[in-house]
């Protein structure tokens, strides 16, 4: 039908006579165009909650607080509407109470009378809605008709639905074939305006049968189909889809266009503005569908449409569905047994339950029901569960939720998942599946953990997207949501580089700074010692040198008060260059010639030995010495597994059950015991407790061991913020921790620290120019004159470092790309898949948070210089 829109508003869009002068406004504006606003709506918000519980207490006598409340929503809704109650809805009330009293004295309801009572919500909001916005005077006076929706919409009756009456009139579905005759009668009609109700049709009998939840989403779909509109609006609360659930992830961003396949994934993985049920017709009938925000008109939303950009591979949103159970089935018996899973899934069907995912092994069928599809309450489960003894063990886990990550041609991405897998290093994952269609990648985890994993699994996937023609602002942009919902502090500031992107800019276009470099802010440097240095329960800060050991930023720590700490007999030379006072430099060689201890003696600087060897066969070398022991607690942490340093696995550290031989060794070559250390691992940003806890382990072995013991060496492994939406370390807690140890030991033990990353890492920027742009296949590639020779953590740890053009640092990303250096191995990437403004040869992509284990990882490979460096004062 020609010029014909369909528009769906939902509950809360027709609660208030502000919003239906929203929907007036909105059909007078369409009217005004030339176009036929048929509008479909929902019940009164909260009211078909109250209907679906009216019946069942009914049933216990106890229905009448629940037919006052659903009386006065619609009093206060038709007061605001300057309209008399009784002259349009009279009907309606009526017949709920007569239901309702009739259930009260049989003490039973029927599928068909829950139906019945259940549709008069959408009948009643649309009586009123038609009323008001036919009223004299009105824009719409005279224009606005009103039809019944069970005229139209006809439930199609299916094998399951005439076994499952229940199925039959609370879940149906309708033909959408387009019908010439609707559009006749419609078109013939002197008022330009419809409305009609949404979730509710009519069987073959003519009775009232509910489409299921959500459904108004559905009849709004199958009448722009029957009715061959030009478009479907589903008018909500939201603008449209997200890249997650924005009440959830506030920096989630709009999804401006996506195609109906994506679509229908995200909404059938749990996207809740969509009822996946509503995408099949209009994409039949290749109908548009738009989301559009009540609130907020103006914005565009969200299109649905064949027309949907063609990105490639790429996740465009992260979804979760909650409330899934999982049924574990559990048998010795299925091992080479033929027909068992047929009879379980028979079991399902004859239970009227439909599965979504499933997990097998030799002994065990795991499958998970989706709540959506399954009118799931604990009786329906316990049935089940009762029905599938007969063949196996099977219980019920859960509540669990389904966090998805969705977006076409997923599995040529999966590779580079790799470090956004590592968010569920802490959650267990019960089920992982990957759909056939290759539009998603499902992980089941606890309920209770999915909204965290989602809020880090975005950080992951979008923290560094900005807007482009598919994606647009933030949920926070949209709605100015004010409040801290809890993301990362490093989120909200901007960048210290972002400040100085003009020197940055000037210095990247000197020719010394050709093949790269890094660049190293003396004011952030200054601030992250200044902040160990202020650490009240600290007493001394030995910087790693190892993380960074540029001469100037040396001196810029010694002057601060800052010792140091050297791993080869290379960095205690640059070390006493510097300091020159041995005895505030620490040496902790590691699998070490014996020449190395020798060597370290004689510069008179501290050792600290990590195996009995060197003592047990060179014990006499050690006569005389004060030394420390670095030891093992027996678990590593860290951002990585290569740098987590303690546990079996790990090369590092004495073992406890080393300990007294050490003490023993220490008697037989009269050297002294006078430090215990402890480094477990680097990156380390969420347990501020760590130091504390490793002060108390130290602590104990000094007791039992070694009571010479005067200094407590906790290591390094301070983190900083790497990936977009980690929270940073607190350093005020690490010190409330320690002050807690302190608290409990006195002045017994000095605690030394030994950071390296937490003093540079976010002070350092590596700027490379772009060399050269490549498309293949689905890949899109920015070339970059220096790679992993000078920065090696991505390759390595597949450690995640933002990176931002900066020649065009405000525009808006327009492609997604890997950025590669021009290394002769694959794994020379710096960034997989990361969206950038449309960017050109000679254009400057800065690498963020490059200040530690850039420079000092780098390496001649190639034969290709590594980046240079410079010092910003
Ligand atoms: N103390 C000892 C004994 C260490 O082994 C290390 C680091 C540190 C202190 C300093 O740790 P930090 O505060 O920087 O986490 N290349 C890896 C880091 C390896 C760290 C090795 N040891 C990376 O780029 O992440």
């Not at 293949?776 to 970059?784: M, N, S």
């Not at 808006?812 to 250096?821: E, F, M, Q, R």
């Amino acid at each position: 039908m020609k010029g014909c829109v369909v528009l769906k508003f939902g509950g809360t869009s027709v609660s208030t006579r502000e919003r239906w002068e929203n929907i007036e406004k909105i059909a007078a504006s369409y009217l005004e165009k030339g176009e036929h606003p048929f509008i479909v709506c929902s019940a009164v918000s909260g009211v078909s909650n109250l209907l679906e519980a009216l019946l069942p207490l009914a049933v216990k006598g106890e229905h009448a607080e629940q037919l006052d409340a659903i009386y006065q929503k619609h009093k206060v809704l038709a007061d605001a509407l300057e309209l008399d109650l009784e002259e349009y809805i009279k009907p309606e009330l009526e017949l709920i109470q007569r239901v309702a009293h009739g259930a009260s004295l049989t003490q039973e309801v029927s599928p068909r009378l829950h139906a019945m009572v259940m549709s008069c919500g959408e009948l009643m909001s649309t009586k009123l809605g038609v009323a008001f916005l036919s009223r004299e005077g009105g824009v719409l006076h005279g224009n606005v008709s009103w039809e019944d929706a069970r005229d139209h919409l006809r439930a199609v009756s299916t094998q399951e639905g005439e076994r499952n009456l229940t199925r039959h009139y609370l879940s149906a579905r309708c033909g959408f074939e387009p019908s010439k005759e609707m559009q006749a009668k419609i078109e013939a009609k002197e008022e330009k305006v419809t409305i009609t109700q949404g979730f509710i049709a009519c069987d073959s009998e003519g009775h009232t049968v509910l489409l299921g939840r959500g459904g108004s989403d559905t009849s709004a779909a199958y009448f722009a189909s029957i009715l061959e509109a030009s478009r479907l609006e589903i008018w909500t609360d939201v603008p449209g889809m997200f890249t997650a659930n924005p009440r959830q992830v506030p920096s989630a961003r709009l999804l401006k266009k996506l195609s109906y396949k994506e679509a229908q994934e995200l909404a059938s993985m749990g996207a809740k503005v969509l009822h996946p049920r509503c995408l099949d017709p209009v994409k039949q009938g290749q109908i548009p569908l738009h989301i559009r925000c009540t609130q907020q008109p103006e914005l565009d939303g969200t299109v649905v449409s064949a027309q949907a950009a063609d990105v490639g591979a790429q996740v465009k949103a992260i979804s979760t569905k909650s409330g899934i159970p999982l049924i574990s089935m559990e048998t010795l018996g299925m091992w080479h047994q033929v027909g068992f899973l047929a009879d379980v899934f028979q079991t399902f069907k004859s239970h009227g339950l439909s599965i979504d995912q499933v997990a097998t092994s030799e002994t065990n069928v795991t499958v998970s029901l989706d709540p959506v599809a399954n009118a799931l309450d604990g009786k329906a489960l316990d049935a089940l569960l009762k029905s599938l003894a007969q063949f196996c063990h099977a219980k019920r886990i859960g509540p669990c939720a389904a966090v998805s990550l969705v977006g076409q041609n997923i599995r040529a991405i999966l590779h580079k998942l790799g470090p956004v897998l590592e968010a569920f290093e802490e959650h267990h994952i019960y089920m992982v599946s990957q759909s056939s269609s290759d539009l998603n990648i499902t992980f089941v985890v606890a309920e209770s953990q999915a909204e965290r994993l989602v809020r880090e699994l975005h950080a992951m996937l979008f923290g560094d997207v900005t807007q482009d023609e598919l994606i647009g602002a933030t949920w926070r942009e949209i709605f100015e949501v004010k409040k801290d919902l809890g993301e990362s502090a490093s989120d909200r500031l901007t960048p210290w580089w972002e400040e100085q992107r003009e020197a940055l800019l000037e210095l990247a276009a000197r020719e010394d700074a050709r093949g790269g470099a890094y660049v190293y802010s003396t004011q952030k440097l200054v601030q992250a010692v200044d902040s160990l240095r202020e650490l009240e329960h600290v007493d001394r800060v030995h910087y790693a040198i190892k993380a960074n050991a540029h001469p100037e930023i040396m001196r810029l720590f010694h002057d601060k008060g800052v010792c140091f700490e050297c791993v080869s007999p290379g960095e205690v030379e640059r070390a006493l260059e510097i300091s020159g006072d041995p005895s505030r430099i620490l040496f902790t060689p590691n699998f070490a010639p014996i020449s190395e201890y020798t060597f370290g003696f004689e510069k008179g600087v501290q050792l600290t030995l990590d195996n009995l060897h060197p003592l047990r066969e060179h014990g006499e070398l050690f006569r005389g010495q004060d030394i420390f022991l670095r030891l093992d607690p027996g678990l590593g942490k860290g951002h990585h597994k290569h740098v987590k340093t303690a546990g079996p696995q790990s090369k590092f550290g004495l073992s406890r059950d080393e300990l007294a031989e050490a003490a023993e060794l220490a008697g037989k070559f009269g050297f002294t015991i006078t430090g215990l250390h402890v480094h477990v691992g680097s990156g380390i940003l969420k347990s501020p407790e760590t130091w504390a806890e490793n002060a108390l382990f130290l602590a104990e072995q000094a007791d039992k061991f070694f009571k010479d013991v005067k200094v407590l060496d906790l290591g390094g492994g301070l983190g900083v913020v790497e990936k977009p939406g980690d929270r940073p370390l607190s350093l005020a807690l690490v010190d409330e921790y320690l002050g807690k140890f302190k608290a409990l030991h006195g002045d017994r033990f000095e605690l030394w620290l030994e950071p390296g990353r937490y003093c540079v890492a976010e002070a350092g920027v590596l700027l490379a120019e772009v060399t050269q742009i490549k498309r293949k296949g689905e890949h899109a590639y920015i070339g970059v004159e220096t790679g992993m020779n000078s920065l090696i953590r991505p390759s390595l740890y597949g450690a995640y470092h933002h990176i931002v053009n900066l020649s065009r640092l405000h525009e808006p990303s327009a492609w997604t790309a890997d950025i590669v250096g021009p290394i002769c191995e694959s794994g020379d990437v710096l960034g997989y898949s990361r969206r950038l403004p449309v960017t050109k040869e000679g254009d400057v992509l800065l690498i963020a948070t490059t200040g530690a284990y850039g420079k000092t990882m780098s390496s001649l490979y190639n034969l290709r210089p590594s980046a240079s460096e410079f010092i910003l004062s």
